[in-house]
């Protein structure tokens, strides 16, 4: 007969909150790469819709309609 191993609740909780810490770093970190790959880009005349357009409304949000 094969006996199940119980596994203790505070030590699955603690997996849990280690896996959740790994993974927030982990995407801490791309959110820093894009950040810092978009800024780049918007330097740049080469990426188009990067550089705001001169003519274009600067406040996208408001409608005059």
Do not use: F, N, R, Y
Not at 3 to 32: F, Y
């Amino acid at each position: 007969m094969i006996e199940e191993q119980e596994t203790d609740p505070s030590e699955e909780a603690g997996k849990t909150v280690d896996d959740l810490e790994d993974q927030s770093e982990k995407l801490g970190g791309e959110i820093d790469e894009t950040k810092s790959d978009w800024e780049s880009k918007k330097e740049s005349s080469g990426v188009p819709g990067a550089v705001p357009d001169p003519d274009a409304d600067p406040d996208p949000e408001t409608d005059d309609a």
